[in-house]
């Protein structure tokens, strides 16, 4: 995607072949930061600390972080030691897991000669392999899109909620929940995107908004609890969500708030889709609400807010000092309320039966 009239994706080596360059999203939108990562605990940390959040890029960072930490030390005691360290960042996001697995089955067998080059095109594979799913799913949507449209006469724009980022920084290009936005955009198809704020850390307000700035997208930010207000008064046609795990029966797990948002959503006969790509299902997981772990974050992303002020990015504490807080990251909405899985391979139920038609050899993952 363009920034400032220039191409970026969110994840790309540097010139020297090896480093990893990654957007630093903790500064966004007021500063726009070129990290460089050059080691697996810098990696780690940029995973751990949200430098790049959102389920595909958290796995196609891991894989990169693979290759770092094979720099250091490529023996089979240390591919597991790498694996560990990696899927330890962050418990929710299943990408993770499943980019850390997919190296491991192709470095395992190698010698150890072969495994540092090895890994960076199966890395190289992976952020591919996900511009062109995202690509895809950005085509899926954009037909529900289309179809909103001239059921409204082809008047006015159609009016989509989304909740958290689920753009192209959350992924290595096109994003997911974004996708079918940007798609309709290009075709010419007018939209409008109602953004979340997002709270506790603002994805919605930092990085939403800043994505559907750059590509000139007309575009609200609104409270979290605004939604069902919204909704209420025919303002939504249609919640588009992405997730950071996808059970096999059709559930749901994304930012927190999103179940709520899926509520109003079923209360008002607002459509509600969640755009996905078929790494980010797990197959061994039946039940999300009491399967998927849920990551707790730190106190202090509830208890202080970010901001720019006097040109300088500060944080300002907006409780007493005394005060508590507690942070799940995710929430986990049950297939019941989601009208549909926007996915590379198309449009299903969010049930097995929908996802095993689209993906009946990945079933056998369970």
């Not at 920034?3 to 090896?18: C, E, F, M």
């Not at 930061?33 to 940029?46: D, E, G, I, K, P």
């Not at 595909?56 to 030691?81: H, W």
């Not at 920084?169 to 996708?179: E, H, M, S």
């Amino acid at each position: 995607m363009d920034v400032n009239g220039t191409p970026y994706r969110s994840i790309w080596l540097a010139k020297n072949g090896w480093q990893v360059d990654i957007i630093d999203q903790t500064r966004l939108p007021h500063e726009f930061v070129v990290a460089r990562l050059s080691t697996l605990a810098q990696a780690a940390t940029a995973i751990r600390d949200m430098l790049v959040r959102g389920a595909p890029l958290i796995g196609a960072t891991a894989a990169y972080g693979f290759c770092l930490g094979l720099r250091e030390k490529a023996d089979d005691a240390e591919l597991g030691k790498i694996a560990d360290t990696l899927v330890d960042c962050r418990p929710t996001a299943v990408n993770l897991r499943w980019a850390v697995q997919r190296m491991l089955a192709v470095l395992t067998p190698l010698p150890r000669s072969a495994r540092v080059s090895t890994a960076y095109k199966e890395a190289a594979a992976i952020c591919e392999e996900d511009v062109v799913t995202n690509k895809a799913i950005g085509r899926h949507g954009a037909g529900l899109l289309q179809d909103i449209w001239k059921k409204k006469g082809q008047h006015g724009p159609v009016n989509i909620l989304t909740h958290c980022n689920a753009g192209w920084l959350a992924t290595v290009d096109w994003g997911t929940a974004l996708a079918p936005v940007f798609r309709a955009h290009s075709d010419g198809i007018p939209v409008h995107v109602w953004v979340d704020e997002t709270r506790p850390r603002n994805q919605g307000a930092h990085l939403t908004a800043w994505e559907l700035v750059s590509a000139g997208i007309d575009h609200h930010l609104i409270v979290d609890n605004a939604g069902g207000h919204l909704m209420q008064h025919g303002e939504v046609d249609i919640c588009i969500v992405g997730t950071d795990r996808t059970a096999a029966s059709g559930d749901v797990c994304n930012k927190i708030g999103t179940y709520l948002k899926a509520l109003a959503a079923f209360d008002n006969k607002v459509p509600f889709y969640v755009a996905l790509p078929g790494s980010t299902i797990d197959w061994q997981v039946t039940n999300g609400v009491g399967e998927i772990p849920i990551e707790e974050r730190d106190s202090e992303e509830v208890l202080v807010v970010r901001g720019l002020h006097d040109d300088k990015i500060e944080g300002v504490r907006i409780a007493p000092a005394d005060t508590p807080a507690g942070n799940p990251a995710f929430d986990v909405t049950p297939a019941r309320l989601v009208t549909g899985l926007i996915t590379e391979r198309g449009v299903c139920p969010a049930s097995r039966r929908g996802l095993s038609s689209l993906y009946p050899k990945r079933e056998n993952d369970a």
